[in-house]
């Protein structure tokens, strides 16, 4: 009968590079490479069919707290602690742009679904919204009354979700403007935010050690998790829309099963916090990353996963672990069991013994033109949701060495 079973997910792939913390990391849309950002100031991007060499990005000044894919996979987005975002291509050599997004740190930046607008989230409390090719800013969502840790389009690009260390998210409309609901939590600040890929749900990742989901069209909280030891980082959802998969400070990932509202796996082997989780498009495979400077990439297999056997198999494996609780809320009810989800260490695996770290770090020869800043202004200034056409500067014209167009 265990022969039948369902696949465990499985560590693939172990790489170290960065020297200081991962901050974040995006899969390619066609997921054979992976961009990673970093407190060493530098954004790596690693190709897994050529493990023998990765690329290095080092145009910022300081941390860099987030990265972004176009949807075409043919530029990057990367935002700092400088106040800069930079769009570049992910090649050693190519054309990039730079500008002065925010008056304060960056802490998230997001390309819409269309890859023509970035979103931007900064310490300045203010998020912006971008026109890419024509370097233009288009309007701001300047409810906050905190520092903005993420903003994400919604997988149509028609919301914006932000989560703020005034303990909210808020739901905006891109057309209007508009901050459609706001959800409020009392006993911390979300630290991140991931759309459902239905695009009617959210989910948050909260300091106090909680995962959140709720229902944005009906303006209600359908699921809670408290899974985690220490607060959740990053989470992401599954292509298929019923898994999440989530990173802490307790220094494991969680896998949970939205459909059952019960977590089926605890995933150990980073030696610090987990900043960083992702999906690849098709669910096949996921990478985590953290304080440690570790990337793992993993064999998801949930393509396999029966949740019929799930007792059979957690009840019958020897590291299963059961020595936490889970509460989980479905509207109105709630309940709390034991957690039953198996435990997968891989660090007696061969992958994690064959670390990837004999390979050549080439560092980008970018072109790259700063964005001009009237003196004496700010971006901060802007009013709330106000189109400022004026800030398109000649000085942001990319260089190339072709005609074509930047998307």
Same mark, same amino acid.
């Given at each position: 009968m265990q022969n039948n079973m369902f696949c465990d997910p499985a560590l693939e792939r172990h790489f170290t590079?960065?020297? +200081?913390?991962?901050?974040?990391?995006?899969?390619?849309?066609?997921?054979?490479?992976?961009?990673?950002?970093?407190?060493?100031?530098?954004?790596?991007?690693?190709?897994? &069919?050529?493990?023998?060499? /990765?690329?290095?990005?080092?145009?910022?000044s300081a941390a860099v707290y987030g990265v972004s894919w176009s $949807?075409?996979?043919?530029?990057?987005?990367? /935002?700092?602690?400088?106040?800069?975002?930079?769009?570049?291509? $992910? &090649?050693?050599?190519?054309?990039s742009g730079e500008f002065l997004a925010h008056s304060k740190p960056v802490r998230s930046v997001d390309f819409d679904p269309t890859g023509q607008m970035l979103l931007t989230a900064s310490d300045d409390k203010a998020v912006?919204? %971008?026109?890419?090719?024509?370097?233009?800013?288009?309007?701001? *969502?300047?409810?906050?009354?905190?520092?903005v840790r993420a903003a994400k389009f919604s997988p149509n690009g028609k919301l914006i979700a932000t989560v703020s260390d005034d303990k909210s998210l808020r739901i905006y409309e891109v057309a209007t403007g508009e901050c459609v609901r706001i959800f409020t939590e009392d006993r911390a600040a979300p630290r991140q935010v991931a759309w459902h890929p239905w695009g009617n749900m959210v989910a948050v990742a909260l300091g106090c050690n909680r995962i959140k989901v *709720?229902?944005?069209?009906? @303006?209600?909280?359908?699921?809670?998790?408290?899974?985690?030891?220490? $607060?959740?980082?990053?989470?992401?959802?599954?292509?298929?829309?019923?898994?999440?998969?989530? +990173?802490?400070?307790?220094?494991t990932i969680r896998i949970l099963d939205l459909l059952e509202g019960r977590p089926i796996y605890t995933l150990t082997g980073h030696t610090d916090s987990v900043n960083a989780v992702a999906f690849?498009?098709? +669910?096949? &495979? *996921?990478?985590?990353?953290?304080?440690?400077?570790?990337?793992?990439? %993993?064999?998801? @297999?949930?393509?396999?996963?029966?949740?019929?056997?799930?007792?059979? &198999?957690?009840?019958?494996?020897?590291c299963c672990d059961t020595s936490s609780t889970s509460k989980i809320s479905l509207g109105a009810t709630s309940r709390t069991s034991n957690d039953m989800s198996i435990r997968i260490d891989p660090r007696e695996s061969i992958a994690f013994q064959t670390l990837d770290e004999n390979f050549q770090v080439v560092d980008s020869e970018h072109q790259n033109t700063k964005q001009q800043t009237p003196q004496g202004s700010t971006n901060s200034s802007v009013p709330k949701h106000q189109t400022r056409t004026e800030m398109k500067s000649p000085s942001m014209e990319f260089k190339r060495s072709n005609p074509a167009s930047f998307f």
């Open positions: 590079g960065h020297v +200081g913390h991962i901050t974040q990391l995006r899969f390619s849309p066609d997921g054979t490479q992976i961009a990673t950002s970093s407190l060493d100031a530098t954004v790596i991007l690693w190709n897994l &069919k050529q493990a023998a060499r /990765c690329i290095r990005f080092a145009s910022h $949807p075409k996979g043919n530029f990057i987005a990367s /935002c700092s602690h400088d106040r800069t975002v930079k769009v570049w291509e $992910p &090649k050693v050599r190519g054309v912006k919204l %971008w026109r890419v090719s024509r370097r233009q800013f288009i309007s701001s *969502f300047a409810q906050q009354t905190n520092w *709720f229902d944005v069209k009906n @303006n209600q909280l359908i699921q809670l998790y408290i899974v985690h030891s220490a $607060p959740v980082n990053d989470l992401s959802f599954h292509p298929s829309g019923n898994f999440l998969l989530s +990173g802490s400070d307790d220094k690849t498009q098709d +669910g096949n &495979k *996921f990478a985590t990353a953290g304080s440690d400077r570790q990337l793992l990439i %993993w064999q998801s @297999n949930l393509h396999t996963y029966d949740a019929s056997q799930f007792e059979e &198999k957690s009840l019958s494996s020897s």
